[in-house]
Nanobody, 124 residues
Framework: QVQLVESGGGLVQAGGSLRLSCLAS????????MGWFRQAPGKEREFVAT????????LYADSVKGRFTISRDNAKNTVHLQMNSLKPEDTAVYYC?????????????????WGQGTQVTVSS
């Protein structure tokens, strides 16, 4: 049974940083694209970042480009999201996702596996 478990969320002041982690179990995703999405109250789930299996290719939403960095450690079956210069509008539940394919995509329905999410709250 595949499980994705996020950690690292919390409350931070605007301008601060958080590092999210996602631990995958049940299968290895070292050749698969993985990503992060987020959902704020009353809004649809939106793409944040994605990374390919080797970690050599990444894609970011315009709203986080230059502030967030996605990375992965395949030896530990883990993907991270380093979030710097956080803004109140980054407040959301952040979800880790993985797909069976190797290609990067921003489309949430293309990801077959999802974590339960971790809350990130940025105060002004």
């Amino acid at each position: 049974q595949v499980q994705l478990v996020e950690s690292g969320g919390g409350l931070v002041q605007a301008g601060g940083s958080l590092r999210l982690s996602c631990l995958a179990s049940g299968r290895t995703f070292s050749r698969n694209a993985m990503g992060w999405f987020r959902q704020a109250p009353g809004k649809e789930r939106e793409f944040v970042a994605t990374i390919n299996g080797s970690g050599g290719a990444t894609l970011y939403a315009d709203s986080v480009k230059g502030r967030f960095t996605i990375s992965r450690d395949n030896a530990k079956n883990t993907v991270h999201l380093q979030m710097n210069s956080l803004k109140p509008e980054d407040t959301a539940v952040y979800y880790c996702a993985a797909r069976r394919q190797i290609w990067l995509t921003q489309v949430a329905t293309s990801y077959e596996y999802w974590g339960q999410g971790t809350q990130v709250t940025v105060s002004s």
